[in-house]
């Protein structure tokens, strides 16, 4: 067996496990609230750990950012307003803020260790997001935040780390109908909801909440590397009917926004929300 020494091992799961060889070790501390580790791979760059999960990479986080922005954004088509929850590392942020019709951005991170340390360490994850003025950042419990009154959002984006430490709450029915509180009318709700073949009870429980609260609620998909298993899964609920745009819309939507993409077309954005039946069964 091959040594794995100058590995991290992520054991997110109870029976299996993935590796990464480590180049050099960055970083690795613990901040208030989790262990957080920065390791170069040679396959994807830069690779931030918390609790030994991986979080995000400098060479695939495109694809998870790019669909949970310019999916609801764009079907949603005048959204001014975004919220994002966790999120802390700016990449959400960044994806967000290349929509100029995008005016207002409130990103709630509960650790600001996170946030200071990203833009030391991986500054290409937020490229420049912190320093855009539409951009407010709030060092907050993101359920807090949720649960008081303030002004409505367009889109909001849960960019939670695994239902397991901090990031738990986000995954109750009281913090969802605390978020469906915050939307404005015809506004989208998008979640992180697990590799659904690894991860499908988290799957089933965020989907029947969401299926108690919005009159349109499903989930879609999109296939991250770095997130073994399968395609992971993104909660999708609105009162709205932005699910229902037709592809010329969204094209049209999508170069009226000038926005250059490596994984979001418009023909993915549609793709996307087709469920194989592994997944519809774990739909309640
Ligand atoms: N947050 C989602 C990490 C989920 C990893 N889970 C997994 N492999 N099942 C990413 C934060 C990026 N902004």
Redesign the pocket.
Known sequence: MRDMTGWTIEA?HDDHAQALRETSVLYDSKTDHQRLRVFENGLFGRVLTLDD????TERD?FI??EMLTHVPILAHGAAKRVLIV????G??AREALRHDGVAHVTMVEIDAGVVEFCKTYLPAISDGAFDDPRLELVIDDGAAFMRRDGPGYDVIIV????PIGPGEVLFTDTFYGHAKRRLNPGGILVT?N??PF??GAELTGTMRAFKALFSDATCYLATVP????GP?AFGWGTDGTARDMPLAVLEARFAEAGIETGYYTPEVHEAAFALPGYVKRLMP
């Not at 999960?53 to 995000?56: G, I, K, M, R």
């Not at 966790?86 to 590392?89: A, E, L, P």
């Not at 960019?159 to 695994?162: A, E, H, N, P, V």
């Not at 770095?226 to 298993?229: D, I, K, V």
């Open positions: 997110l999960v991986v979080q995000v986080n998870y950012h966790g999120g802390g590392d990449g959400m960019d939670s780390t695994d992180q697990g590799v690894m991860q770095t997130y073994a298993g992971m």
